[in-house]
């Protein structure tokens, strides 16, 4: 079992940045691939960016590739996501999700387990 817990979201102005962290309970973070998703009022949620277990490979969505940047640190079972530029359409609960699948981290359900979520609004 794996509990998750995301910060770092808030209210920014466009064009600022954001950098939102979820840490993960637990002694076998590094097993675990991670994704982070967001969900707008009356949207579906979307997948951002996902990371594999090592941190050698990282994923993005093209609406936020050149601007996010995910990351995790393994010794401090965390995981990651910088936000620059951001714009007013990436307003939405952001979560970070955990899963033990290599492939369909682009997809809810390549994921086991997620997190409440964190708020995140953009101003124009």
């Known amino acids: 079992q794996v509990q998750l817990e995301e910060s770092g979201g808030g209210l920014v102005q466009a064009g600022g940045s954001l950098r939102l962290s979820c840490a993960a309970s637990?002694?076998?973070?590094?097993?675990?691939?991670m994704g982070w998703f967001r969900r707008a009022p009356g949207k579906e949620r979307e997948f951002v960016a996902a990371?594999?277990?090592?941190?050698?490979?990282?994923y993005y969505a093209d609406s936020v590739k050149g601007r996010f940047t995910v990351s995790r640190d393994n010794a401090k079972n965390t995981v990651y996501l910088q936000m620059n530029n951001l714009k007013p359409e990436d307003t939405a609960v952001y979560y970070c999700?955990?899963?033990?699948?290599?492939?369909?981290?682009?997809?809810?359900?390549?994921?086991?387990?997620w997190g409440q979520g964190t708020q995140v609004t953009v101003s124009s």
């Open positions: 990371i594999s277990r090592s941190g050698g490979s990282t």
């Open positions: 999700a955990a899963g033990w699948r290599t492939i369909g981290l682009a997809r809810p359900g390549g994921y086991d387990y």
């Open positions: 637990g002694r076998t973070f590094s097993t675990y691939a």
